[in-house]
């Protein structure tokens, strides 16, 4: 018998379907002919807790840091022991296994661990699946690869789960306990990457408490021109008192100017005009969806995260949503047609792009190089008929072809055009921008572009007609948001300081996985570290504390960033993972020591921020399940949650 062992039973089931013959039900399998489907449920086992290497480690003690397990442990989890017995009777059948775990670092680890657990020693294939349809699948099934040849991405994925186990157990307990000393009756969660996205919010809220706003004017000028009217600005010379960026710090000279200006003649002494031509976005990675998701339908993106998974489990619209990658298969171009008609003919507004597509037009979207484990989101070709979906999820199907659409547009063609007037011996400058092919544009937005500038000719004159100085103030940044955060930790290299650093960061994947950055913002909000207030996320009174009361390394990006920057090396060179949690142990016993009562209590005394609701997971003074292993708010072995 062939066995194939699934990552969740919809994708048990799409494979089964796709095997010739007559599906048999079984208890937690599917048979078909020769071939029986099995199937995990997520995360079957998971990092056993401390007080399994060691009973006398249930109880949370200082002394008893760092916890660093000799021989690591896995252990099935209370609810998956009924289908661990499935798939151990199973393999004692099987003379071959095939893993089809999800297409990425995750989904090797969660099948292959249970292969490993329950002692298979033969051959196992390596089946790929990134669309549920069933001549997807089919084509998958057709060739299936030496598993082995995944052996790096699943080290790498082990080395990451025992990693998140070793930095947020120790640093958990030690700031939990010392933070009980300090009088605060509750977990103080860290994670490697939960607690540095909670410093981004924490320094973000800081740059706006603490603010000042500081007055700047402009002044500007309606000119009259030979073919029309524009509206041109002051560009003071620096015998004005000017601020870093140009702009005008008293208001006296701008007065004194206006009051001059209407009526004054002058001339376009420089006439400057650049034509541009912009591809279309990429089709969708995860995280690229969830910030436009975000900002178009108010999504959050745990929303637009879930919202994918039923459009590609239960609907079967769309490919593997959890990718990191914005590029297609080359293959995949010559079915582009056929796949976007059969999506996309049942809905009016994509029935209209699907019109205006030239699918003889080839972007640079179709890329080999490009496509890893997965590629972009796609639509899978099945239609579509989003009257029977939920809003959100025909708003989210939407975007995904909208982005595939677009790549048979022309490129927006423009051209920006910068026009200086001399007037009264002073600078004043117009910028317009003229569309001269619209390409992909109308499937992103419906607003009015600004009006052009009219036709001009260097060297014509021009007229005041009316002049006005305007009193701005200089803004705080904003704060974040979903879409924003979102995309703070897909760009984490922008909040390093050091330029090595973040050359080096440019390079590899952000702060969080596609899978986890959703999850990481929502486990942030559910322990009372961050507040939702409309769109905004803001740091709670909690949370800053506990970032004041860490070293600082600790809270910033790029320790985490850099992980995955060796975690990556591990999965694509091949690289040994004992170096990496060699450093990690080393790093750990520094920040051990930086744990103390008193720098807890003054944080927690000082801290500024928002209230929060009492996080889950916290308990009554003196009970012992405050202190648990197991706990959900302190526990960093379901790894299919961040830390």
Request: hydrophobic fraction near 40%.
């Amino acid at each position: 018998m062939r066995l194939i062992i699934a990552e969740k039973p919809s994708l048990g089931r799409a494979i089964a379907d796709a095997l010739p013959g007559s599906p048999r039900r079984l208890d937690g399998a599917v048979a078909v002919g020769d071939t029986t489907v099995t199937w995990c449920l997520g995360h079957l086992l998971e990092q056993a807790p401390p007080d399994a290497y060691d009973p006398a480690l249930k109880q949370w003690r200082l002394d008893a840091l760092p916890i660093l397990p000799a021989r690591w442990k896995l252990m099935p989890r209370p609810k998956a022991r009924g289908q661990l017995a499935v798939i151990r009777k199973l393999l004692k059948e099987a003379r071959e296994v095939v893993h089809a775990g999800d297409p990425d670092r995750e989904g090797q680890l969660l099948v292959q661990e249970v292969i490993e657990h329950l002692g298979w020693k033969g051959p196992v294939s390596r089946l790929l699946v990134s669309d549920l349809n069933r001549p997807a699948v089919q084509r998958a099934l057709g060739r299936l690869e030496d598993n082995a040849r995944y052996g790096p991405l699943y080290r790498a994925a082990q080395s990451r789960a025992r990693a998140d186990w070793l930095y947020g157990i120790n640093l958990t307990r030690a700031w939990t306990v010392s933070g009980r000393q300090a009088g605060h009756d509750g977990v103080l969660s860290v994670g490697r990457v939960q607690t540095p996205v909670l410093g981004l919010v924490v320094r973000r809220d800081a740059e706006i408490r603490d603010f000042t706003p500081k007055p700047f004017f402009v002044l500007w000028a309606d000119l009259a021109v030979a073919q029309g009217r524009l509206r041109a600005w002051w560009q003071p010379g620096e015998a004005h008192p000017l601020d870093e960026q140009g702009r005008l710090l008293t208001r006296s000279p701008a007065e004194t100017l206006a009051e001059r200006l209407p009526g004054a003649e002058g001339r376009l002494t420089r006439l400057e005009s650049r034509d541009k031509r912009q591809a279309a976005p990429l089709p969708y990675s995860l995280s690229a969806l969830q910030v436009d998701a975000a900002r178009r339908h108010g999504l959050s993106a745990k929303a637009t995260l879930d919202v994918c998974q039923r459009l590609y489990e239960r609907h079967q619209l769309i490919t593997y949503p959890r990718s990191d990658c914005r590029y297609l298969p080359e293959e995949h171009f010559a079915a582009a047609r056929t796949t976007l008609e059969g999506a996309c003919g049942a809905d009016d507004t994509l029935r209209g792009w699907l019109g205006g597509a030239d699918f003889a037009r080839r972007s640079k979207a179709w890329n080999d190089a490009k496509v890893g484990a997965h590629h972009a989101l796609a639509p899978t070709g099945k239609p579509a008929d989003l009257a029977r979906l939920e809003k959100a999820e025909a708003d989210v199907f939407r975007l995904i072809a909208r982005n595939v659409l677009a790549q048979f547009y022309p490129p927006l063609a423009v051209r920006d055009i910068q026009a200086d007037f001399r007037i009264l011996e002073e600078a004043f400058r117009a910028k317009g921008q003229e569309i001269l092919d619209p390409g992909w544009k109308p499937l992103f937005t419906t607003r009015d572009q600004a009006p052009p500038l009219p036709p001009l000719t260097e060297g014509e004159p021009c007229r005041v007609e009316q002049a006005e100085v305007e009193d701005r103030e200089t803004r705080p940044p904003e704060p974040f948001t979903d879409a924003s955060l979102i995309k703070a930790m897909m760009n984490i290299a922008r909040y390093v300081d050091d330029p090595a650093v973040r050359r080096t960061l440019r390079e590899h994947d952000g702060l969080g996985t596609e899978a986890t950055r959703a999850g990481i913002i929502e486990t942030l909000v559910e322990r009372g570290y961050l507040v939702r207030q409309a769109k905004a996320l803001r740091a709670s009174r909690l949370g800053s504390a506990l970032i004041a009361s860490l070293p600082e390394a600790v809270g910033r990006p790029e320790r985490t960033a850099l992980w995955e920057q060796r975690l990556g090396a591990i999965a694509e060179r091949g690289d040994d993972p004992a170096p990496f949690l060699a450093a990690l142990i080393e790093d750990l016993r520094g920040l051990l020591g930086a744990a103390d009562a008193g720098r807890i209590r003054t944080s927690l005394a000082g801290a500024q921020g928002e209230q929060a609701p009492t996080p889950r997971g916290k308990t009554a003074k003196g009970g012992k399940k405050r202190a648990g292993p197991r706990r959900r708010s302190t526990a960093t072995h379901r790894r299919r949650r961040p830390t």
